[in-house]
């Protein structure tokens, strides 16, 4: 017996010399199953989603850059525009300066001319006004003094001249005189 105690003594559990870093068959069987499964489960269902997702950020992204380049194309052609429409304002507001200066220059010309002309009118007027006027005046002073100088002679010669004839003819001697007395001091 006591060999048997002996034997059964030899193969004891502990006396079995355990490699710490290769664990017991089982244990890797156990451990390769579930892993297994979430491998598949991974690869069925994690992996497709994941792929997804990647694949629309990296049409969101490319998409993104697409739209901004489009977007930068865009503002430099409306920059393109804008430029050539300030250019072309420029060029139209300098042409109606111009416009607006030859304009101011006629009508300065054409109000120097009208003006001119209205004085040339009105200094005419005047004249014949002045003309009207002295022809007027030397009218009243002819009749005025061919009364006085009737009365004068009437009363330097003592009789009267009642004769109508008589006294024109004088009126006209005495008139023609005084013609002839103020074109002498000319």
């Known amino acids: 017996m006591t060999n048997l105690f002996f034997m059964a003594a030899e193969k004891l559990p502990m006396e079995e010399q355990i490699n710490p870093l290769l664990p017991p068959l089982y244990d890797i069987v156990w451990s390769i199953i579930p892993f ?47 430029n050539a429409q300030l250019a072309e304002a420029r060029t139209e507001a300098a042409q109606i300066r111009d416009d607006a ?11 120097k001319a009208q003006a001119t002309e209205e004085s040339a009118r009105i200094v005419e007027s005047g004249n014949k006004q002045l003309e009207a006027q002295r022809a007027a005046v030397v009218s009243d002073l002819r009749k005025e003094m061919g009364e006085n100088s009737i009365n004068l002679a009437e009363r330097l010669l003592g009789e009267q001249l009642s004769d109508d004839v008589k006294r024109s003819g004088t009126i006209d001697n005495f008139l023609a005189g005084l013609d002839n007395v103020s074109s002498a001091r000319k």
């Open 36 to 82: 297994a499964v979430v491998l598949i489960v991974f690869w069925k269902a994690v992996l497709p989603k994941f792929q997804e997702v990647l694949n629309q950020r990296e049409d969101q992204i490319e998409g993104g850059i697409q739209r901004a380049e489009a977007a930068q194309a865009e503002a430099k052609a409306a920059l393109e525009k804008y």
């Open 101 to 111: 200066r030859s304009q101011g220059q006629k009508i300065i010309a054409d109000m």
